[in-house]
């Protein structure tokens, strides 16, 4: 059996209430790792999403995840925070410190997602809100899939640099940034930049020991699949099905493991 190298690391995971962050911390904490679970509670009717089950999960804390953890013998604690302020990643790597010491991973999962668009139009093709591209949609995106990676990168060197580590991990997740994202245009933009900051810390800081991936996931259930996405999914996808949390928290482990100790500066792409 390949052993991934993980037990007694401590991980960093951003919007882990639900989706792939949920998932992302159950698998690394299923190999050892202490988990810091970080979430923000959306109001439906200020962050509408779609359908209502949807809604729902993303109002939840984090309480069913880290009872999941601990009810199979790993280690998580969590905390609510906003993103969006500049103050929030100190805070968590001092929160995640004073719970199980040093953050070795960082996985960057949170996003400040809104559907806005520059054309005219209520809703997208898959029934969800919409809204046209204002100061208020790129403020949010912004701050939440590119100010707050940024910053807590940013932490997490510091701390790593400052007590002389030589192993961490970075990792984001994110989608079709680079070549656009109609009806959801901030977002797209967001996760390009997002996907620059990482590369330039693979690049900055491979020589601390740290490498940095972001994980593009396939068309993933995460609570807001209909029918008309899964066509889709099934009509264009090479594999042609909807891909699950757990598939995606895989390659996230694999990127955090021993294996993949010279894998850095990439987006993988999952189908």
């Known amino acids: 059996m390949i052993d991934p190298r993980l037990t007694g690391k401590v991980a960093l995971i951003t919007g882990a209430n639900q989706g792939i962050g949920a998932a992302a911390a159950i698998a ?36 069913e995840v880290v009872a999941r953890v601990r009810e199979a013998g790993g280690r998580a604690e969590s905390a609510e925070a906003d993103l969006a302020d500049p103050e929030t990643p100190g805070r968590l790597f001092d929160l995640a410190e004073a719970a199980f010491g040093p953050v070795e991973i960082l996985v960057n999962n949170a996003s400040g ?24 949609t790129y403020d949010r995106q912004f701050a939440v899939d590119v100010r707050a990676p940024a910053l807590l990168i940013a932490e997490f060197a510091r701390r790593h640099v400052a007590r ?18 109609p009806g959801e245009v ?39 699949i209909n029918e008309e996405v899964e066509s889709l999914a099934s009509a264009h996808g090479p594999i042609g099905t909807v891909g699950r949390p757990e598939e ?13 100790r010279r894998v850095t500066a990439l987006v993988i792409r999952m189908y």
């Open 248 to 260: 995606v928290a895989e390659v996230i482990t694999y990127l955090a493991s021993h294996q993949a």
């Open 113 to 136: 997602w809104v559907a806005d668009t520059f054309a005219a139009q209520e809703h997208d093709g898959f029934g969800r809100p919409t809204r046209q591209v204002d100061a208020a």
């Open 164 to 181: 002389g580590a030589s192993w961490g991990r970075v990792i984001g997740l994110t989608s079709e940034g680079p070549h656009g994202f």
């Open 186 to 224: 901030s977002y797209g933009a967001a996760k390009s930049a997002q996907e620059s900051y990482t590369m330039s810390a693979a690049h900055e800081l491979g020589r601390h020991g740290i490498t940095a991936n972001m994980v593009h996931p396939p068309i993933t259930d995460t609570g807001w």
């Open 28 to 63: 690394l904490a299923a190999q050892g790792v202490a988990v810091f679970l970080t979430y923000k509670r959306l109001d439906p009717l200020k962050h509408p999403a779609y359908p209502e089950a949807y809604d729902r999960l993303r109002a939840h804390d984090a309480g």
